[in-house]
Nanobody
Framework: QVQLVESGGGLVQAGGSLRLSCAASGRTFSSYVMGWFRQAPGQKREFVAAIRWSGGSTYYADSVKGRFTISRDNAKNTVYLQMNSLKPEDTAVYYC?????????????????WGQGTQVTVSS
Protein backbone atom coordinates (compact mmCIF):
# COMPACT_ATOMS: atom_id res chain seq x y z
CA GLN A 1 0.00 0.00 0.00
CA VAL A 2 1.39 3.37 -1.01
CA GLN A 3 1.80 5.85 1.80
CA LEU A 4 2.79 9.48 1.38
CA VAL A 5 3.58 11.57 4.43
CA GLU A 6 4.19 15.29 4.09
CA SER A 7 6.05 17.45 6.57
CA GLY A 8 7.73 20.81 6.77
CA GLY A 9 4.80 23.19 6.64
CA GLY A 10 4.45 26.14 8.96
CA LEU A 11 4.09 29.88 9.33
CA VAL A 12 6.58 32.12 7.56
CA GLN A 13 6.78 35.80 6.67
CA ALA A 14 6.54 36.97 3.10
CA GLY A 15 9.91 36.62 1.39
CA GLY A 16 10.87 33.67 3.55
CA SER A 17 11.53 30.04 2.71
CA LEU A 18 10.24 26.61 3.65
CA ARG A 19 11.15 23.11 2.53
CA LEU A 20 8.41 20.51 2.35
CA SER A 21 9.16 16.81 2.42
CA CYS A 22 7.13 13.87 1.16
CA ALA A 23 8.23 10.49 2.46
CA ALA A 24 6.98 7.69 0.23
CA SER A 25 6.65 4.01 1.17
CA GLY A 26 4.94 0.84 0.07
CA ARG A 27 6.24 0.64 -3.48
CA THR A 28 9.34 0.91 -5.57
CA PHE A 29 8.97 4.45 -6.82
CA SER A 30 11.65 4.40 -9.47
CA SER A 31 9.09 4.73 -12.29
CA TYR A 32 6.59 6.97 -10.52
CA VAL A 33 5.66 10.57 -11.07
CA MET A 34 5.53 12.58 -7.86
CA GLY A 35 3.57 15.79 -7.66
CA TRP A 36 2.92 18.66 -5.30
CA PHE A 37 -0.47 20.32 -5.29
CA ARG A 38 -2.01 22.95 -3.05
CA GLN A 39 -5.47 23.99 -1.99
CA ALA A 40 -6.41 27.32 -0.46
CA PRO A 41 -9.69 27.77 1.43
CA GLY A 42 -12.61 27.88 -0.99
CA GLN A 43 -10.37 27.13 -3.96
CA LYS A 44 -9.81 24.10 -6.15
CA ARG A 45 -6.73 22.00 -5.64
CA GLU A 46 -4.07 23.25 -8.04
CA PHE A 47 -0.86 21.94 -9.46
CA VAL A 48 2.42 23.26 -8.08
CA ALA A 49 5.22 21.01 -9.32
CA ALA A 50 6.02 17.46 -10.38
CA ILE A 51 9.03 15.24 -10.97
CA ARG A 52 9.52 11.98 -12.82
CA TRP A 53 11.44 9.75 -10.46
CA SER A 54 13.22 8.10 -13.36
CA GLY A 55 15.23 10.69 -15.21
CA GLY A 56 14.29 13.56 -12.92
CA SER A 57 12.30 15.68 -15.39
CA THR A 58 10.60 18.50 -13.54
CA TYR A 59 7.48 20.55 -14.18
CA TYR A 60 6.24 23.74 -12.54
CA ALA A 61 3.16 25.91 -12.44
CA ASP A 62 3.84 29.36 -13.87
CA SER A 63 3.00 30.91 -10.52
CA VAL A 64 5.95 29.23 -8.79
CA LYS A 65 8.58 29.04 -11.53
CA GLY A 66 11.86 30.53 -10.37
CA ARG A 67 10.79 30.40 -6.71
CA PHE A 68 10.07 26.72 -6.01
CA THR A 69 12.27 23.71 -6.71
CA ILE A 70 11.19 20.08 -6.65
CA SER A 71 13.78 17.37 -6.08
CA ARG A 72 14.08 13.76 -4.94
CA ASP A 73 16.35 11.67 -2.79
CA ASN A 74 16.41 8.12 -4.11
CA ALA A 75 18.03 6.66 -1.01
CA LYS A 76 15.41 8.14 1.29
CA ASN A 77 12.41 7.67 -1.04
CA THR A 78 11.62 11.31 -0.37
CA VAL A 79 10.55 14.18 -2.57
CA TYR A 80 11.17 17.77 -1.56
CA LEU A 81 9.66 21.11 -2.44
CA GLN A 82 11.99 23.99 -1.69
CA MET A 83 9.92 27.17 -1.56
CA ASN A 84 11.70 30.52 -1.66
CA SER A 85 10.46 34.10 -1.90
CA LEU A 86 7.14 33.04 -0.45
CA LYS A 87 4.11 35.25 -0.96
CA PRO A 88 0.84 35.47 0.98
CA GLU A 89 -0.91 33.94 -2.03
CA ASP A 90 1.16 30.78 -1.52
CA THR A 91 -0.84 30.12 1.64
CA ALA A 92 -2.57 26.74 1.28
CA VAL A 93 -2.55 23.13 2.34
CA TYR A 94 0.14 21.42 0.29
CA TYR A 95 -0.38 17.83 -0.81
CA CYS A 96 2.01 15.25 -2.17
CA UNK A 97 0.70 12.92 -4.87
CA UNK A 98 2.03 9.91 -6.75
CA UNK A 99 1.16 7.58 -9.57
CA UNK A 100 2.87 5.18 -11.91
CA UNK A 101 1.34 6.36 -15.16
CA UNK A 102 0.69 10.06 -15.49
CA UNK A 103 -0.21 11.70 -18.77
CA UNK A 104 -0.95 15.25 -17.73
CA UNK A 105 1.28 15.93 -14.72
CA UNK A 106 -0.76 18.97 -13.69
CA UNK A 107 -4.09 17.13 -13.49
CA UNK A 108 -5.29 15.94 -10.08
CA UNK A 109 -7.26 13.08 -11.67
CA UNK A 110 -4.00 11.51 -12.88
CA UNK A 111 -2.86 10.67 -9.35
CA UNK A 112 -4.25 7.80 -7.30
CA UNK A 113 -2.16 8.30 -4.18
CA TRP A 114 -2.27 11.36 -1.93
CA GLY A 115 -0.81 12.42 1.37
CA GLN A 116 -2.74 14.06 4.17
CA GLY A 117 -1.41 17.55 3.47
CA THR A 118 0.67 20.08 5.36
CA GLN A 119 -0.37 23.68 6.04
CA VAL A 120 1.75 26.53 4.72
CA THR A 121 0.84 30.02 5.90
CA VAL A 122 2.64 33.09 4.58
CA SER A 123 2.04 36.32 6.49
CA SER A 124 2.36 39.74 4.87
Amino acid sequence: QVQLVESGGGLVQAGGSLRLSCAASGRTFSSYVMGWFRQAPGQKREFVAAIRWSGGSTYYADSVKGRFTISRDNAKNTVYLQMNSLKPEDTAVYYCAADLIVGVVAATYEYDYWGQGTQVTVSS
